[in-house]
């Protein structure tokens, strides 16, 4: 068996977006100001291999929905030393439009997906809009070519990708939501992506209000915790403090990524 590689771990952010608390927990106070989106790809690599978590959004989609771009997520990625062009390995936390947008950047890329999101995506929930208005159709139409190009590889569950990076179904947020952990130099690291949009979502157990089981979603919290060596591990998939609580990438990429690798401020 080849030994537990450790993989360099970053989040590039790409767009935010300004939000009430109420648009982010379920109850919240409808007068309660200032929780605000951040909107990322992440990035994983160890001496051998390179994984990219998740691709974005575009800047026609960032317009019509209301977002703020501030980079295009492949020039993100080339500023961190990565090609999107050459990528051989994409993880598809879920469908969602800010997930999976921009996957046409990865031409090498094969893709991997729940079984259960493609169910999701494409079944008997999109017939109601408060689940399909997060989903973007064209591209959930552009992944099912890909299928048909034999370049998506589907997940029933868990499951590990490489020595030190696996694949783990959550649920909740979407019938197929998946996070990845990671062997890191500080051990094991969860990506949660939308499994946990904010730090807040699982500390407090106060819901995301964009879900399709909430039992779900509250039992992938514990599922995270877990999954990391140490909860302050567990990365979330929106909240701006990781800019905060993480270090910068590299010399001229503050505000742009950071370390996930490293142990997050308190």
Excluded at 37 to 63: C, H, M, N
Excluded at 114 to 132: L, W, Y
Aim: net charge negative; no cysteine.
């Amino acid at each position: 068996m080849d030994a537990i590689e450790e993989y360099e771990v970053y989040a590039m952010r790409y767009a935010t977006l300004a939000r009430k608390a109420a648009d982010n927990f379920i109850g919240a106070d409808p007068h309660e100001e200032g929780s605000p989106l951040d909107y990322f790809v992440w990035l994983a690599r160890s001496p051998s291999r390179t994984f990219v978590i998740d691709t974005g959004f575009d800047a026609q989609v960032a317009e019509r929905r209301g977002r703020k771009m501030l980079l295009a997520p492949d020039i993100g990625l080339r500023r961190l030393g990565v090609d999107a062009a050459e990528v051989r390995e994409v993880i598809i936390t879920h469908l969602h439009y800010d997930h999976v947008g921009n996957f046409a950047l990865f031409p090498k890329a094969r893709f991997h997906l729940q079984d259960r999101e493609m169910q999701f995506a494409t079944g008997r929930h999109m017939t109601q809009a408060i689940f399909s208005h997060a989903y973007e159709v064209e591209e959930v139409v552009g992944m099912v070519r890909q299928v048909y190009k034999g370049r998506v590889l589907f997940h029933d569950g868990d499951a590990a990708l490489a020595p030190g990076l696996s694949l783990h179904h959550i649920g909740g947020h979407t019938m197929g939501m998946q996070s990845v952990r990671v062997h890191t130099r500080v051990g094991w690291i969860v990506l949660a992506s939308d499994a946990t949009h904010l730090y807040a979502n699982m500390g407090e157990v106060r819901p995301f209000p964009i879900v399709h089981d909430v039992g779900a979603m509250v039992e992938g919290y514990r599922r995270l915790r877990e999954l990391a060596d140490d909860p302050r591990h567990v990365v979330p998939g929106h909240d701006p403090l990781v800019m905060q609580r993480y270090p910068a990438a590299g010399p001229g990429l503050e505000g742009v990524a950071v370390r996930l690798d490293a142990e997050p401020k308190a």
